[in-house]
Every structure is written in C-alpha cells, then in structure tokens.
C-alpha cells in the first residue's frame, strides 16, 4: 500500500500550488486594474497571465477534492443501499475513475508535448507550461483517487 505520507505531501503541495495560483491571479488582476486607470495602456499579458493562473488553480485544486470527497454526487441511488453496498458501490465508481484518470493522464501527456514547441501569444513562452497544468490536474486526481480506492474504511 501507498506511504499516507506521500499523499499527505502531495495534498500540501496541491493546495500550496492552488494557494499560489490564485494569489498569482490576483496580482496580475491588479496589475491589469492599476494600469488601465491610472496609466496610459495596460500591458497586454496580464490577461493571459490571469487566465494561466486560473488554469493552475484548478490544476491543483482538482486531487485535493477527489481525496475530501467535495466533488458533487448524486444519492438517489446511495439511499437506497446498505452501508456494505454504498462502499462497494463507491469503489466500483473509483476503481473506474482511476481507470479513466490514467488515460488521461497519457494522453494530457501526448498533449503537452505537442505544446511544447508553440508559443504563447503575449507572453512568449512555451505552451507546454500551460498545457502541463491539464496534465497535473488529471495526475493528481489520478493519485487521490489511488489513495482513496486503497483507504480502507473510507467515508462514502
């Protein structure tokens, strides 16, 4: 079984990356606002930037909900089961979502390599960088998902 350690780091670094993307976001918000009152011209990649940033920010947000089990359900069907058949019920639908997660996370891989040659329009950097983001949320999620299938007692 996995180290509870290993996803305890992650989980910190999750919720670091997300912490930082959004103040990141902010700041380039600010930088937007600021400059498009009280100078001539804004400079145009703090849009982009922003828009990077929010990307990030679910990147990083999205394992963390799959490990508090805050993604949206629906329990019309979870009502109507004894605890033994919710768990049961709960780990055929990880065991899938893992299943999925992990070819996604191929192919988000394929995608950031066909990123990493093409440039971003204002900032000039390499699309990898943005693409990667789209391969870490699937990883991630990919990860917690793992962590809880293989959790015993997990809460449903």
Request: aromatic share 14%; glycine share 6%.
């Given at each position: 079984?996995?180290n509870?350690k290993l996803f305890?780091?992650?989980?910190?670094?999750?919720?670091?990356?997300?912490?930082?993307?959004?103040l990141?976001?902010?700041a380039?918000v600010f930088?937007?606002?600021f400059?498009?009152?009280l100078l001539d011209?804004?400079?145009?990649?703090?849009?982009?930037m922003?828009?990077?940033?929010?990307?990030?920010?679910?990147a990083?947000g999205?394992g963390?909900a799959?490990?508090?089990?805050?993604y949206?359900?629906?329990e019309l069907?979870e009502?109507?089961l004894?605890?033994k058949g919710?768990?049961?019920?709960?780990?055929?639908?990880?065991?899938?979502?893992?299943?999925?997660?992990?070819?996604l996370v191929?192919?988000a891989w394929q995608?950031?390599?066909?990123?990493l040659?093409?440039?971003?329009?204002?900032?000039?950097?390499?699309?990898g960088?943005?693409f990667?983001?789209?391969?870490?949320a699937?990883?991630?999620?990919l990860?917690?998902?793992?962590?809880?299938?293989l959790?015993?007692?997990r809460?449903?």
């Amino acid at each position: 079984m996995m180290n509870k350690k290993l996803f305890d780091v992650l989980y910190k670094i999750s919720g670091a990356g997300a912490v930082l993307s959004i103040l990141g976001m902010i700041a380039a918000v600010f930088v937007q606002v600021f400059a498009r009152f009280l100078l001539d011209s804004s400079p145009g990649w703090t849009e982009e930037m922003a828009r990077i940033f929010f990307i990030y920010a679910v990147a990083f947000g999205a394992g963390p909900a799959v490990r508090n089990n805050d993604y949206v359900r629906l329990e019309l069907i979870e009502r109507y089961l004894s605890e033994k058949g919710k768990r049961s019920l709960q780990s055929v639908i990880l065991l899938v979502s893992g299943l999925f997660f992990l070819a996604l996370v191929y192919y988000a891989w394929q995608f950031v390599l066909i990123g990493l040659p093409e440039k971003s329009p204002s900032l000039e950097t390499s699309m990898g960088l943005v693409f990667i983001s789209i391969f870490m949320a699937f990883l991630f999620i990919l990860l917690f998902t793992v962590e809880r299938l293989l959790k015993p007692n997990r809460p449903t």
